[in-house]
Structures are given as C-alpha cells and as structure tokens.
C-alpha cells in the first residue's frame, strides 16, 4: 500500500527536487516555466518541440555536477493547495516569483504563507529586472518584514534576480534550488521498489484514451505495471516525457505520461502499482464504491 516501507538506509539514492512556481498574478509565473522549460532540456526533443504534460525534467550544472530539477507545470497555488487537500505533498521546494516592479502583492503573501504551512523551503525569484522601474533591493526588503530574510542579510532565503523574458539569470535560480535542496532537504528514494506516486494531470485523449501525468515518489515505474491511480486501473501500455520520447523506466522524481488505464484519475489522487491486472481492478473497484459513498453522504449532509 501507499507509504511502504523504503527499506535499507543503504537501498536510498539521491532523487530530483521537485518544484512548484508560485506568486502573484502577471509576475511572471508562466513566462518563467516556459523559459526554463525552453533553456534546459533534458532530452533531445521528439518533435522538436516540448509538449506541455503537467510537469517537466530539467537539467543543470552545479559545482561540476548534473544535477535534475522537476517543475510541477501548472503556476500558481491553486495546484499546490489542491493536491495537499488531498492529503498529496508533491513539492519539496517553492520558486516563489515577485515582479521587481510591482514588489510584493496579496498573492505573493498567500503563496509564501502556503509554503510555510507546507514547510516547503522558498527560493525567491526576483523577476522582470529588466524593467527600468525594477527595484529588486526593494523586494528583499519586503519580505524581509514577512520573515522571508535574504542570505545577503543574514538570512537562509536565496533570492536570486531574474529576467524570464530576457532568459537572465535561470541558470543561477536552478542553482539556488539544488543548493537550497542539499542544504535543507534530505531527498532519497529507494529507485529497487514498486512505484508510487501522484498524478499530476490527467485528461481523456480522443486517440489514445485515459492519458495520466504521474510524478514517481519513489521506486521505478515499469512500462507493463499493472498500477491503480485514483479510481482508474490499468497495466502501462506505454510512458511519454515532456518531450514525446518514449520511456521504458521512470525513477524517482521523474514525471511521466501514462498510458493504458481504464479512466480519468484526478490531479493528487496517487499511484501504486500491485502485483497483476485483476488486484489493480479489485483496488479500483473499492476506490471508487468508496468515493460514491463519500459523495453520497455528502449529498445528503
Ligand atoms: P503569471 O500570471 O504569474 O503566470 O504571469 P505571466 O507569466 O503570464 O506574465 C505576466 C506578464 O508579464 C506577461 O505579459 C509577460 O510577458 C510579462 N513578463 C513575465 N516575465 C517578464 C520579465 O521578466 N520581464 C518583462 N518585462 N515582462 C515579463
């Protein structure tokens, strides 16, 4: 079931961070998952372009080193707060993007309380520097009065200075995530077990039926698992990355496109995989009486 034991200390491996963007509304979220989406592509790309599946792997050199970051794709904390009413926590790390213009809005406050509650490490991304009316100093202050205090006051919160739409400076925010991971976070997984996670997205595709985007918590989810998602089942017909490559395994932390279930599970219900089809459909089966009940006696509160 969910939440197994890992097993052995020994038996765990460094994994990805994994990543929401969180902010006020116009400071640049989206701009900002597509520049690092666009400038730090993992894989060489099928079609040349990358598709949008909910979530992406992108990779960065820190002190010699590859290193993996995952970006949830969906901006905003709508995404974030959903999933954890679901009792899901996919993030390890916040990006929270203030507009160096605007400073910190409502929004940036909700967001930065989310994380909070969470206890999810912030990365503040000063974005949109390069505006003329740009006051970054002003922003470290600001939230400097929010408890979020800079490390160049003294404070353990990296802000690093960005433009998305000019592409300055990404490099250096993938940086501070990975430090900020090494430094707060003790992110490992044992990659020798059956997968679990969470669905990130998940929509009915006219040619290719039920089509999931998973995030692998832990453990490697196998092309032919037989896996119960929410109230879907099915054995993996085939995985898709970002980039419409096919994948064989997915590891830890990697996002993936599931193919090959019998429905449409919803963002932040998990998945498991079990031992063959007919446990897979028995578990969904139960899943799913259980959330008619649910919903029945909530019909009738
Ligand atoms: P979101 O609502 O936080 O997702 O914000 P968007 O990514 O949609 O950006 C809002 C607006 O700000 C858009 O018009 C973007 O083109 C613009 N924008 C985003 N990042 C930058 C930046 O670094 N510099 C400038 N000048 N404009 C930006």
Do not use: C, W
């Not at 990358?50 to 995404?79: C, S, W």
């Not at 993938?174 to 020798?192: F, G, I, M, Q």
């Not at 995985?239 to 919803?266: F, I, K, Q, T, Y």
Request: hydrophobic share 40%; aromatic share 2%; net charge negative.
């Amino acid at each position: 079931e969910f939440g197994e034991d890992e097993g052995d200390e020994s038996d765990l491996v460094v994994r990805p961070p994994v990543v929401t963007v969180m902010g006020h509304v116009d400071h640049g979220k989206t701009k900002l998952l597509d520049a690092l989406r666009k400038a730090n592509v993992v894989a060489k790309e099928a079609g040349g372009i990358t598709q949008h599946i909910g979530a992406y792997q992108v990779q960065t050199e820190v002190d010699g080193e590859d290193r993996r970051i995952t970006f949830i794709d969906t901006p905003g904390h709508e995404a974030f707060t959903a999933m954890r009413a679901r009792g899901a926590q996919a993030t390890d790390i916040a990006i929270l993007v203030v507009a160096a213009d605007d400073g910190v809005m409502p929004q940036t406050i909700e967001a930065l309380n989310h994380a909070k509650a969470a206890n999810v490490p912030i990365v503040v991304a000063v974005n949109k520097i390069d505006k003329p009316d740009a006051d970054p100093t002003k922003v470290r202050g600001q939230l400097t009065e929010y408890g979020l205090i800079p490390e160049e006051y003294g404070g353990d919160a990296m802000f690093v200075d960005v433009s998305a739409k000019s592409e300055l400076n990404l490099d250096k925010l993938l940086e501070a995530v990975v430090l900020t991971a090494d430094a707060s976070l003790d992110l490992r997984a044992n990659p020798d077990q059956d997968a679990q996670g969470l669905v990130v997205e998940a929509h009915l595709d006219r040619g290719r039926g039920p089509v999931a985007t998973v995030l692998v918590q832990r453990g490697t989810l196998h092309v032919g698992d037989s896996i119960v998602a929410g109230p879907a089942h099915g054995r993996v017909r085939a995985m898709l990355d970002e980039h419409g490559n096919e994948l064989s395994v997915a590891d830890p932390s990697r996002p993936a496109m599931v193919l090959g279930l019998s429905a449409v599970p919803g963002a932040g219900q998990n998945f498991i995989v079990v031992d063959d089809d007919r446990m897979a459909r028995q578990i969904a089966e139960k899943r799913e009486a259980r959330e008619r009940a649910a919903m029945q006696a909530k019909r009738r509160v």
